[in-house]
Each structure stands twice: as C-alpha cells, then as structure tokens.
C-alpha cells in the first residue's frame, strides 16, 4: 500500500492569456480551448498527487457558466478530491480575470476521471487522499457535493 497524499499535494493552477488563435468570430474563448486547458491541468494535479503517468478516462459534464473575452486571462485550478483503487477524481474550476480592471468571474467547472498506469502502461493503485486540513476538508466536502449534484 502507497503512503497517503494529502489534496493540496495536488492543487494545479496555470493561466492562459486568450489571444485570437483561441477564440470564436465573437472574439470569447473557443469551448475546445477551455476544454483543453482544462484536461491539461487536471492531468498535472492527477499526476502531482499520484507521482504516476495518468491518462484521461472521463469528463463529466461541463457547464460554460461565462465567456472569456479576449485580452481576459483564464485562470485555470484543479485539484484532487476522491480516490478509487487506479482512479482519480479532479475538480477543474476556470475563470475570467482582467488584468486591468482587477477583476475575475467564474466561467467554467467540470469533474474529470483520471486513471494512473504503471510503466507499462496499465492501470496502478494511486495513494488514498489526505485531507490533513479544515481547508482541505472543506473542498473536499464541496467538490463530493457539487460533483454528485451533476449525477
């Protein structure tokens, strides 16, 4: 059995400048765009929190709650909230910031389903998670209710 993970072991952030080779004729962010940011930062906290190479198996689904317009920064966070023997659950948050203005909404949120292989490429056993805070704790809570909201 692998020694535990604590979640903010995992906590991902990246920011995306939108420019216009990721937006649509309205000038916001193509959904596939958000969407691969998205996987992207979800795959780097599933293997921060695993220490294994993870593949995606599912993305639950994705509610576009605002656009992001361009010249905004999309600010991108994930981090891992529950465990099963090789999978790993990732809440993924994305939102609008403007850097002029000083001001930031949320955009995007979704639920992705990672799986962590072994060298040779099949499924391993990941760590439990580790919520050794009331921070930690909490998101945890909140990410366990929000994703089962959406099933």
């Not at 998205?38 to 929190?49: E, L, V």
């Not at 361009?70 to 966070?77: C, I």
């Not at 910031?97 to 391993?124: I, Q, W, Y």
Request: proline share 4%; net charge negative.
């Amino acid at each position: 059995m692998t020694e535990p993970a604590r979640l903010m072991d995992s906590y991902t952030e990246m920011t995306e400048l939108l420019l216009p080779n990721d937006t649509n004729n309205l000038g916001r962010a193509l959904g596939g765009a958000v969407l691969h940011w998205m996987d992207i930062c979800a795959a780097i906290a599933s293997m921060r929190f695993s220490g294994k190479q993870c593949v995606t198996a599912s993305m639950d689904h994705v509610d576009f709650i605002a656009p992001i317009e361009m010249g905004e920064v999309a600010v991108v966070e994930a981090f891992v909230f529950d465990v099963g023997r090789s999978s790993i659950e990732v809440k993924v948050e994305v939102r609008a910031e403007d850097p002029v203005e000083g001001t930031e909404r949320k955009t995007t949120t979704s639920f992705f389903t990672f799986v962590a292989l072994d060298d040779d490429g099949n499924p391993t056993e990941v760590p439990r998670l580790a919520c050794e805070t009331e921070a930690e704790e909490a998101l945890r809570a909140d990410a366990l209710e929000a994703h089962a909201d959406q099933q």
